[in-house]
């Protein structure tokens, strides 16, 4: 049972390998956190490690209504992380009418429809409040593999970032992106073993980054740290593109 004063967040896709690392991460910082997943089997795994502060709700974010009735059922939040996403790898100009709907749906619009909701349930809530967009290296460095309608669902998702932060800075929500390179997650299943090795080769530590790393600065924005912070899109990457 969590008591009134327990702060509470949202993560999406939390049964993928960054949403349980960052579910792990707001849990150990005394959130309750409510995990949202389309895939019931990994949010059920989650579920039976994470602890008491943990709920799993099977969710497709492609379902604007679905996502309006699970965030009516969960009540006031505090912090929001929208990091549910895939990389679809069909290519230009030969990517398939569908391939783009969905790659936007999924990593996109799932997060426009989850910050309407949540900027609602934020409302009459104690500081200032987070919404963290994950968001990626691809949509600014070109010389690596992504395709362009993943790239373009996350500058997508950065402009939504700027506007939101911008209209609600008086209200005292802060909004970010965290854009992380190559981290090492079931994601890395979409690339082949050829184009994976090159681009963990191109990390200058010589490894690809670790979720843990890249929630540690999800925690820290949501932090009370991170209050002063917003409408910046944060580029993780051990410094792989500075010129
Ligand atoms: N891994 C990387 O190298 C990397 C780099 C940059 C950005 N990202 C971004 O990080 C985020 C997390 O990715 P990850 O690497 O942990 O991948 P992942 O595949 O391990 O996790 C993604 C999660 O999103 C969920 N999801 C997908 N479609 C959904 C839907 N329609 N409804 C609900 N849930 C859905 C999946 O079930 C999965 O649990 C993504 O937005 C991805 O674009 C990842």
């Not at 990517?95 to 909701?117: T, Y």
């Not at 987070?130 to 593999?145: L, Q, R």
């Not at 890249?214 to 051990?238: E, R, T, Y």
């Amino acid at each position: 049972m969590q008591d009134e004063a327990t702060r509470k967040a949202v993560v999406t896709g939390a049964a993928g390998g960054m949403g349980r690392a960052i579910t792990a991460r707001l849990l150990a910082d005394g959130f309750a956190v409510t995990g949202l997943d389309i895939d019931a089997g990994g949010l059920a795994d989650l579920a039976a490690s994470a602890g008491p502060g943990f709920s799993p709700a099977r969710v497709d974010l492609t379902d604007a209504a679905a996502i309006a009735a699970v965030f009516a059922e969960i009540g006031g939040i505090d912090a929001l992380v929208n990091n549910a996403g895939t990389c679809f790898m069909s290519d230009f100009p030969d990517i398939p009418a569908e391939e783009l709907d969905r790659q936007m749906a999924v990593n996109f619009s799932s997060a426009f429809h989850c910050c309407q909701a949540a900027v609602k349930a934020m409302a009459g809530r104690a500081g200032v409040r987070k919404i963290v967009n994950i968001s990626s290296n691809g949509a600014y460095n070109f010389d690596v593999f992504d395709p362009p309608h993943y790239r373009v669902s996350k500058a997508a998702m950065d402009t939504l970032t700027k506007d939101l932060a911008r209209r609600y800075a008086g209200d005292k929500i802060a909004v970010n992106s965290i854009a992380p390179a190559m981290t090492e997650t079931p994601l890395f299943g979409v690339l082949s073993a050829d184009v994976l090795e090159k681009a963990i080769s191109a990390m200058p530590h010589g490894r690809a980054m670790r979720p843990q790393e890249v929630a540690a600065w999800v925690g820290f924005l949501i932090s009370p740290a991170g209050d002063i912070a917003s409408g910046n899109v944060i580029i993780l990457n051990q410094g792989r593109d500075v010129r």
